[in-house]
């Protein structure tokens, strides 16, 4: 039972456009949501976060949009850049000291 | 740079050895947890300690097992090693101090085992 889901493997964008990658949930009760990139031979790295009060957060270029109707959120990169390339981890937990439960992933590839 | 360092950075073992994975955190990150990514999949919550108490498991085996010491240290310990466990491993640390809200991971260690 996959409790966050990541449909989307692969994406390719022109470097300068926007990526858009998606995420949906189905536990009601997780309460903060979370992206993070993820290198080959690396850790993944902590990009943006968003509270389950909130519906937006954007750091530089960095978006996340929280839609808790549709349990479904999304990470807006403008404007991509080769460096983004790299495989994308949406991950969520609920209240408290909980553990993060993470989707697949989705390889971005952001061709110059 | 996250502050939380693992090793190895790789290992191989035969299967039904036992392994030894370590983590050294950030000072101050009180929780450590553990996750296994298999190849083309998420990291799997593996289990969790706080304060040196385990304080939260996924779903895998006892033979899975772990350890976080005072210094902010902590090992995972694999037993009866079985050709599935080949994986990344990863730890990732935070503290509740000021929300603490997110977790921050180390470089991981590629365990194969034949």
Same mark, same amino acid.
């Given at each position: 039972d996959q409790q966050v889901k990541q449909n989307s493997p692969s994406l390719s964008v022109q470097e300068g456009r926007i990526s858009i990658l998606n995420c949906d949930y189905t536990?009601?009760?997780?309460d903060y949501f979370l992206w993070y990139k993820k290198y080959p031979a690396e850790g993944p790295t902590f990009l943006i976060s968003i509270s389950s009060i909130k519906d937006k957060n954007e750091d530089g270029r960095f978006t996340v949009f929280l839609n808790k109707s549709a349990k479904h959120l999304s990470l807006h990169i403008v404007p991509s850049q080769p460096g983004d390339s790299a495989v994308y981890f949406c991950a969520a937990r609920t209240r408290g000291n909980t553990p993060l439960v993470f989707g697949k992933g989705t390889r971005l590839s952001v061709i110059a | 740079e996250t502050g939380v360092t693992q090793s190895p950075t790789h290992l191989i073992k035969t299967r039904g050895q036992q392994v030894t994975l370590r983590c050294s955190s950030q000072s101050g990150h009180n929780t450590v947890s553990w996750y296994q990514q298999a190849l083309g999949q998420g990291p799997q919550f593996i289990f969790q300690y706080y304060r040196e108490e385990e304080n939260g498991r996924g779903?895998? =085996? =006892?033979?899975?097992s772990g350890l976080q010491f005072p210094n902010y240290s902590s090992e995972l310990n694999v037993n009866a !090693?079985? !050709? $599935? $466990?080949?994986a990344l491993y990863l730890c990732a640390s935070r503290t509740l101090? #000021? #929300? #603490?809200e997110t977790q921050y991971f180390g470089p991981g260690t590629r365990l194969l085992v034949l």
């Open positions: 536990n009601s009760m997780f | 779903n895998f =085996p =006892p033979r899975f !090693l079985e !050709l $599935d $466990d080949s101090a #000021g #929300g #603490g």
